[in-house]
């Protein structure tokens, strides 16, 4: 009997006294789970997690319902996740490295590590710079020559200070001696409607972002040391002869502290299974992205390594206030 037949029998297989039933079939779950998403619809998360939604039919035996809980960054959905009780009825998708780096940056309540089970990583988001279709910018230097001409005159955009796009964008900034006026949004969709209508001059996004927007914004390079597999057209930072930091964010899936050691193995088994079907696939493809993905123990690792190796930048933006 495959794996995703034993999980629509649920508990029955256990009944059966089948050896070897997987640790999700001992887990019945009888509503749909509740995925709080803790930024706004149409960002890069909200994309990723939507893709996952649909391709879970079959695999998990509820639907995943993803609910939008914009604000503070992400703090005002994870608070309510990590307060949810810790039955596999509530979890949170999210930017990890935004998660992670607010929590370093502010004080907060919540964090990955303290609040949350770790469940797997489904996705990844590389921050990329953008500006309007209508911008004189045509490459990124021409963007830099104008920040160095008029300090502190041009208006950039991000999805939340704190976030990961706001520490890349930032510590792009500092490395290069550009000044610029830090204009704040609560996700990745408000932040790129916010260039295609002009209010900014550029932003970090994640370069999904730009996926079905390539007449209304142009992409000048990605944060990151390779180009991306999809568009690789896009130059990198660091090709273009400038210093920043890398900074990625896992779009990871997290369960309340204290969640049932089986329910979070069972949900990272399907998290593999929903990763590896066609449909997820051609669906991140569609939104400019691939699948990624990675165990709980392999996505805390990753995140844990992130958190060391930011600490510096994290301490540098606490200095600028």
């Excluded at 051609?282 to 844990?304: H, I, K, S, Y």
């Excluded at 060391?308 to 933006?317: C, K, S």
């Amino acid at each position: 009997m495959k794996r995703r037949e034993l999980i629509k029998t649920g508990m029955a297989a256990t009944a059966l006294g089948l050896a070897g039933v997987p640790a999700f079939a001992e887990w019945n779950p009888r509503r749909p789970i509740v995925t709080i998403l803790p930024y706004a619809a149409g960002g890069g998360t909200d994309a990723l997690g939507r893709a996952a939604a649909a391709s879970a039919e079959g695999i998990l035996p509820v639907p995943l319902i993803i609910v939008n809980k914009p604000g503070s960054s992400g703090i005002t959905g994870a608070t309510e996740a990590a307060a949810a009780r810790p039955d596999g009825n509530t979890m949170m998708l999210t930017s990890s490295g935004s998660f992670l780096l607010t929590s370093m940056l502010r004080e907060t309540d919540v964090n990955p590590f303290d609040s949350f089970e770790i469940v797997a990583q489904i996705g990844n988001l590389t921050p990329a710079v953008i500006v309007p279709a209508g911008s004189p910018f045509q490459t990124l230097q021409d963007l830099v020559d104008a920040a160095k001409a008029n300090p502190g005159g041009l208006r950039w955009a991000h999805n939340g200070r704190g976030g990961f796009h706001q520490v890349a964008g930032q510590s792009f900034l500092n490395r290069n001696d550009l000044q610029a006026q830090d204009v704040p949004f609560k996700g990745g969709g408000p932040t790129r409607a916010a260039v295609i209508g002009e209010q900014v001059d550029f932003a970090f996004v994640g370069i999904q972002q730009a996926a079905g927007f390539e007449n209304e914004l142009r992409v000048l390079a990605l944060a990151a040391p390779e180009r991306d597999p999809i568009r690789d057209d896009v130059p990198t930072i660091p090709e273009l002869g400038f210093d920043y930091v890398a900074v990625s964010s896992p779009i990871v899936l997290f369960a309340p502290k204290g969640t049932d050691p089986e329910i979070v193995s069972g949900m990272e088994t399907a998290l593999k299974e929903i990763t590896e079907t066609q449909q997820f696939s051609d669906l991140m493809r569609e939104r400019g992205n691939v699948p990624a993905f990675l165990t709980g123990e392999e996505t805390e690792a990753r995140l844990r390594a992130m958190q060391e190796e930011t600490q510096p930048v994290i301490d540098a933006l606490k200095e600028q206030g």
